[in-house]
């Protein structure tokens, strides 16, 4: 009889953990991304002599928490551009990349920071970076986390092909945080078990 209710109560406690962790295993994160060039440029792309600098954002996409994700990507093309000749990117270039988030809240929060470098072609050759700062923020539960090289430093490819554009994704790590209800129901399912523990003693 002892057997069957330390079961029971193992089983009602077990439940109660595996209801409270579900609901942040599985919580998703939807957003979209915008960007744009400021200062020397203005909008989604930069052009200075041959070369041309945009950003291709990302419409809305659901993602589990712990995802590594795409927010849009930095693309470098050359037309009739002439061989081994470097060009330095124009100075004081700002590009804002906002990620506008619907789930699991509404918000949104930017990565800013300056373009600097340059780019050739043929052979290709670029130093561009985006220096954006910060390089995490959260928008409710949600952070998001870029990935950048050990400088903090976003590198941008150079083209690949004259006339043919060459994709620099940027890519983040969005988690979450449990929501105080959630952590309320875990409790609950953990309370299930100190009956239990007090009657083993007994």
């Known amino acids: 009889m002892k057997v069957h209710g330390l079961a029971r109560a193992i089983l009602v406690g077990a439940v109660g953990v595996a209801l409270g962790s579900l609901p942040a295993a599985a919580q998703t994160v939807t957003f979209s991304t915008t960007g744009a060039f400021s200062g020397a440029c203005s909008g989604t792309s930069c052009v200075w002599n041959n070369f041309t600098l945009s950003f291709t954002p990302v419409g809305s996409n659901s993602f589990f928490s712990g995802s590594l994700v795409d927010l849009g990507s930095f693309n470098t093309q050359c037309d009739g551009c002439t061989p081994a000749i470097v060009q330095?990117?124009?100075?004081?270039?700002?590009?804002?990349?906002?990620?506008?988030?619907?789930?699991?809240?509404?918000?949104?929060?930017?990565?800013?920071?300056?373009?600097?470098?340059?780019?050739?072609?043929?052979?290709?050759?670029?130093?561009?970076?985006?220096?954006?700062?910060?390089?995490?923020?959260?928008?409710?539960?949600?952070?998001?986390?870029?990935?950048?090289?050990?400088?903090?430093?976003?590198?941008?490819?150079?083209?690949?092909?004259?006339?043919?554009?060459?994709?620099?994704?940027?890519?983040?790590f969005v988690t979450t945080t449990p929501e105080p209800s959630t952590v309320a129901l875990m409790a609950t399912g953990m309370f299930g078990l100190i009956p239990l523990a007090r009657r083993r003693r007994k």
């Open 88 to 172: 330095a990117f124009p100075s004081g270039v700002m590009f804002t990349l906002t990620v506008n988030q619907t789930n699991p809240s509404t918000g949104n929060n930017t990565f800013v920071g300056n373009v600097s470098g340059s780019l050739s072609f043929n052979p290709s050759f670029s130093s561009l970076i985006w220096t954006p700062a910060p390089n995490a923020f959260n928008i409710g539960t949600a952070s998001y986390a870029l990935v950048t090289d050990n400088t903090g430093n976003f590198n941008i490819a150079p083209p690949t092909g004259d006339a043919n554009p060459n994709a620099s994704v940027v890519k983040a």
